[in-house]
């Protein structure tokens, strides 16, 4: 089973930037996705952006479109989404998840996931 573990989050204020990175314990299988899934206090666990090992597609959700930049580093085993224009809507624990294909928004379609970390961003 692969293990991924986040890192990056933090308190930022609105409008500003964080990176957040996801080690994978080991190499995967280049059709598989990774994805960034968020949650906040109350609130059902949202899709927020996915790509393919080979970068070639990505897929973001439109509230973070243009804003968000998801990537992935083959080498290092790591994919990373990168933050902008932050907004106190941003805030929740992030989470990193794996699925062998699939990179569309259903949550119980991803089959591996991190421990998540927590994003803030005050006003």
């Known amino acids: 089973q692969v293990q991924l573990v986040e890192s990056g989050g933090g308190l930022v204020q609105a409008g500003g930037s964080l990176r957040l990175s996801c080690a994978a314990s080991r190499r995967t299988p280049s059709n598989h996705v990774m994805a960034w899934f968020r949650q906040a206090p109350g609130k059902e666990r949202e899709f927020v952006a996915a790509?393919?090992?080979?970068?070639?597609?990505?897929n973001y959700a439109e509230s973070v479109k243009g804003r968000f930049a998801i990537s992935g580093d083959n080498a290092k085993n790591t994919v990373y989404l990168g933050m902008n224009s932050l907004k106190p809507e941003d805030t929740a624990v992030y989470y990193c998840a794996g699925s062998p294909g699939y990179s569309g928004s259903d949550y119980y379609r991803y089959n591996y996931w991190g421990q998540g970390t927590q994003v803030t961003v005050s006003s």
């Open positions: 790509v393919t090992w080979s970068g070639t597609y990505t």
